[in-house]
């Protein structure tokens, strides 16, 4: 049962401290997703991949959070310096990009900054 | 501009009642998927069904089904029987033919079911 995976699964820090999350796609998936979940802004987009490549990273705020797709089997999201309204669940998701295809979720990184 | 909108912040239903969770949509590609997601309580993003703006039949899943009316923009979940099981957040989400991979998500509704 193909599953997308994330590290870690929950991360508390500091105010200022690099934080890395890690998710690893369902094989064959071409596309990978970033979202972040807050009980006050909902589901928002971060930033996604096609084939390795960042096409949209429009939802981040560019100044302290970078994504990245060393390779296919491996989406990083970093936050620096990581700051307390970065506190939220922070999910990866991974699909085949078509209309009809759904995104497949992770299980979510609770990141909780103090 | 694409828009998904969920009207019902909240629902209460009683176990074994049929449910209606609505969801209007809003693009002007003739090309689009509508997809419905739930989220327990404990956090997974679970799809649940998929409806093809050409498709002629509104989709089914088990007890899942999708009241998908196209000239009113509109793509209804609707739950048989439900269960305590499904109480959760329900997501509405539209991906459009234009080549953007990503979904549009509405902000969702807490259903409850009552014993």
């Known amino acids: 049962d193909a599953r997308v995976t994330q590290t870690p699964r929950h991360k508390v820090t500091e105010m200022g401290q690099e934080v890395t999350m890690r998710c690893q796609p369902i094989?064959?998936?071409?596309?990978v997703f970033w979202y972040r979940q807050t009980m006050m802004q909902g589901l928002e987009l971060l930033a996604y991949?096609?084939?390795?490549?960042?096409?949209?990273d429009s939802g981040m705020p560019k100044d302290r959070f970078s994504a990245e797709m060393p390779d296919a089997t491996l989406a990083t999201l970093k936050i620096q310096p990581s700051e307390p309204r970065d506190s939220a669940v922070y999910f990866c998701?991974?699909?085949?990009?078509?209309?009809?295809?759904?995104?497949?979720f992770g299980p979510g990184t609770r990141l909780t900054v103090l | 501009a694409q828009k998904i909108t969920q009207t019902q912040p909240g629902m209460f239903v009683q176990e074994k009642e049929a449910v209606t969770l609505d969801c209007t949509y809003d693009?002007?590609?003739?090309?689009?998927?509508l997809f419905w997601y739930k989220q327990p309580s404990s956090g997974e993003m679970i799809f649940l069904i998929y409806?093809?703006?050409?498709d002629q039949q509104n989709a089914t899943e088990g007890r899942y089904s999708l009241n998908f009316q196209k000239a009113r923009k509109s793509a209804n979940l609707v739950i048989s029987a439900s269960q305590l099981g499904d109480s959760a957040m329900y997501f509405c989400?539209?991906?459009?033919?234009?080549?953007?991979?990503?979904?549009?998500w509405g902000a969702g509704t807490k259903l409850i079911i009552k014993p």
């Open positions: 998701a991974s699909g085949l990009g078509l209309v009809e295809n759904e995104q497949f």
């Open positions: 409806q093809g703006s050409y």
């Open positions: 094989l064959g998936h071409n596309t």
């Open positions: 989400a539209m991906r459009d033919g234009r080549g953007n991979y990503q979904l549009i």
């Open positions: 991949f096609r084939n390795r490549a960042p096409l949209d």
């Open positions: 693009t002007s590609d003739p090309s689009y998927g």
